[in-house]
Nanobody, 124 residues
Framework: QVRLVESGGGLVQAGGSVRLSCTAY????????MGWFRQPPGSGRVFVAA????????YYEDSVKDRFSVSRDAAKNTVYLQLNNLSPEASPVYSC?????????????????WGQGTQVVVSS
């Protein structure tokens, strides 16, 4: 059974940083694209970042590309999302996702597996 498990969310002060982790179990995704999405309460899920295998390419949503960084550790079957300079907003839940595709994908429908999500609450 394939599972994606996120961790690292919690309470962060405005301007602070946090690193989210997503570990895959039941399947080796080192050759596949992994993505991160976020969903504020009451809103839909939106794309944040994606990374191809072996850290070859990363792609970011415009509003985060100067503050967030995505990376992966193939040996640990884990992908990370570093969030810097966080601003108080709607406390979104960040979810990681895996696709069987090898190319960068930014649409939810392109992803085949999802984690349960981890919430980041930024205090002002």
């Amino acid at each position: 059974q394939v599972r994606l498990v996120e961790s690292g969310g919690g309470l962060v002060q405005a301007g602070g940083s946090v690193r989210l982790s997503c570990t895959a179990y039941g399947c080796n995704f080192s050759s596949n694209t992994m993505g991160w999405f976020r969903q504020p309460p009451g809103s839909g899920r939106v794309f944040v970042a994606a990374i191809r295998r072996r850290n070859v390419n990363a792609y970011y949503e415009d509003s985060v590309k100067d503050r967030f960084s995505v990376s992966r550790d193939a040996a640990k079957n884990t992908v990370y999302l570093q969030l810097n300079n966080l601003s108080p907003e709607a406390s979104p839940v960040y979810s990681c996702a895996a696709t069987v595709a090898a190319s960068i994908r930014a649409l939810q429908d392109d992803y085949d597996y999802w984690g349960q999500g981890t919430q980041v609450v930024v205090s002002s």
